[in-house]
């Protein structure tokens, strides 16, 4: 399986269209807990910066670890985190809401 676009093809920018072809190092499906994890995992032990393209279908989230709070009602059922902005936030990283 290779990255490189198909004979005569372009890579994608970010003025692509929805269903075109974008180019990556890394393809994380799931930006919930083990997702940003396995992100900042990446970013944190490889030698050099990758492109990274995060996909899901959530642009928020619950804290896993808080979620014992959310059951004895310390904190509101409507309490998540920005999830899209914090990916968007780190170097070399998309986020994509799709499926």
Aim: net charge negative.
């Amino acid at each position: 399986m290779s990255s490189e676009p198909e004979a005569g093809s372009e890579p994608a920018g970010a003025d692509e269209a929805p269903g075109e072809r974008r180019r990556c190092d890394v393809l994380v499906l799931g930006a919930s807990f083990g997702g940003v994890e396995v992100l900042l995992q990446l970013q944190r032990r490889l030698p050099r910066p990758l492109k990274v393209v995060v996909v899901d279908r959530q642009r928020t989230h619950g804290y896993i670890p808080l979620a014992h709070e959310r059951l004895c009602a310390r904190i509101g059922p409507g309490a998540a985190l920005d999830t899209e902005a914090f990916v968007r936030s780190l170097p070399g990283v998309e986020f994509v809401h799709d499926e």
